[in-house]
């Protein structure tokens, strides 16, 4: 049994600060290219098939703008 | 399986604390500060207190922590919040109270308040926040700033024989009778965020129980005021802050 998770990112209020993409050990998460409309990059699901949902991106997230969906496939 | 599939509402295992407001917060990207107040928020969110708790914000960045965190909030003078807590609690001994404070306003203008309401015992709950820095005002010299940390005022780093050297306020305070639980933690890490709001709810816990004062310090980051990424100073914080102020439990009685 594997788990599949799948993350949401709020991008108009994410600030960009990186610090979900040093805590996601799957190496899910990078910052976009594009920009939101303060001008920073929103974090974003990179490799989507890699996320388990493990939650730990949304625990450190300063401005908790992450919600995460996890299923069991 | 397709991302649509995953993203369903009976899928969702983490979302935003209904305690926590929609409004974006003011603070830097990556600041601590927020990750605080998520784990407060969840805190109230968990025990069923939203109704009952009152926060006292102080003066710093974190004075508008009544902005983003939804229960009664009170803003003391600079230092002042656990005075001001003081007295909301014994009006409300019913309630939870806590402070929420940074080290300028609690280490440095409110050492008084602080070391005579925790040494009285008050059933108040205290959350400091610890980046060594003045923050809201530019990134001025803390009592809590490193030996040899520059910062705007103290440009060729803070030396002991004109500045001192840096104060413990929270092994101070650990050695009052009043208090019935003070430790250190940190939120740069998911592991770390969780060990600290297990210690923010054991704290509410206390407060409940009369036990006295608990007193919960977050070594935090902040990147403004030392002038580095959110990541590299999540990095010097753990390199140079946590061998200055080592992380666990002072007292747990």
């Known amino acids: 049994m594997a788990l599949r998770g799948a993350i949401v990112v709020d991008t108009e209020k994410c600030k960009g600060c990186s610090v979900c993409v040093v805590n996601c050990p799957t190496n899910t998460i990078a910052l976009a290219k594009e920009v939101n409309s303060k001008g920073y990059n929103y974090a974003y699901m990179a490799n989507p098939e890699s996320c388990t949902g493990c939650t730990n991106c949304a625990t450190v997230c300063p401005d908790t703008c992450i919600t995460v969906y996890r299923v069991k496939v | 399986m397709d991302i649509k599939d995953i993203i369903k509402p009976e899928n969702k295992v983490y979302s935003k604390s209904p305690v926590l407001l929609d409004n974006v917060m003011h603070y830097c990207p990556g600041c601590s500060h927020g990750t605080v107040h998520k784990l407060i928020a969840e805190v109230i969110e968990e025990m069923g207190i939203q109704e009952k708790t009152i926060g006292i914000s102080p003066v710093g960045c974190s004075v508008f922590a009544y902005n983003y965190v939804d229960i009664d909030w009170q803003q003391a003078a600079h230092g002042r919040a656990p005075a001001l807590a003081t007295a909301t609690k014994r009006l409300f001994p019913d309630k939870y109270v806590f402070t929420y404070q940074g080290d300028g306003d609690l280490a440095s203008i409110g050492t008084a308040e602080i070391m005579h309401a925790c040494n009285r ?20 010299m803390a009592p809590t700033t490193l030996m040899g940390m520059k910062t705007a005022t103290s440009p060729n780093g803070r030396r002991e ?12 305070i650990a050695q009052l009778e009043g208090t019935c639980y003070v430790t250190r933690q940190s939120v740069q890490s998911v592991a770390s ?28 980051s902040c990147n403004s005021g030392w002038k580095l990424s959110p990541v590299k100073a999540n990095e010097w914080m753990v390199e140079n802050m946590f061998p200055n102020y080592p992380l666990g439990d002072l007292k747990d009685i």
């Not at chain 2, 959350?127 to 820095?133: D, S, Y």
């Not at chain 2, 004109?162 to 929270?170: A, D, Q, R, S």
């Open chain 2, 121 to 140: 015992g008050e059933n108040i709950v205290v959350i400091f926040i610890n980046n060594a820095i003045y923050g809201m005002t530019g990134g001025q």
């Open chain 2, 161 to 172: 024989d004109i500045h001192g050297k840096p104060l413990k306020i929270t092994e101070l």
């Open chain 2, 193 to 220: 965020a969780r060990k600290t709001k297990r210690a923010i709810r054991k704290a509410f816990e206390n407060s409940a129980l009369k036990k006295g004062t608990s007193f919960v310090e977050v070594v935090s």
